[in-house]
């Protein structure tokens, strides 16, 4: 089995920051593409940055220059530096990967269960 565990999540005031991880672990052979995503109440799931096994990025327009994607491919361990945070960046934040396991040929899209980020005075 493979597991996505994301911890970092808090209660942060306005313009602070926060850094978010997503570790995985299971019968892991390799991993491919690695992102953040992250959903409101009363909102559809929304892409926040994305990172490719190559280490390149991408990010959503209302997060840019804001937070910051990375991942320890020694750790198997995908990063969300989040800086100058606003209320609307309250959400529930959830990392998926595309994962290979062990004695697979193929890759498969893992969800974990997510960690609750809330901006506010």
């Known amino acids: 089995q493979v597991q996505l565990v994301e911890s970092g999540g808090g209660l942060v005031q306005p313009g602070g920051s926060l850094r978010l991880s997503c570790a995985a672990s299971g019968s892991i052979f390799s991993i491919d593409a690695m992102g953040w995503y992250r959903q409101a109440p009363g909102k559809q799931r929304e892409l926040v940055a994305t990172?490719?096994?190559?280490?390149?990025?991408n990010y959503a327009d209302s997060v840019k220059n804001r937070f910051t994607i990375s991942r320890d491919n020694a750790k198997n361990t995908l990063y969300l530096q989040m800086n100058s945070l606003k209320p609307e960046d309250t959400a529930v934040y959830i990392c998926?990967?595309?994962?290979?396991?062990?004695?697979?040929?193929?890759?498969?899209?893992?969800w974990g269960q997510g960690t609750q980020v809330t901006v506010s005075s």
């Open positions: 990172i490719t096994g190559g280490g390149r990025t």
């Open positions: 998926n990967a595309r994962i290979r396991r062990t004695g697979n040929y193929f890759f498969d899209t893992y």
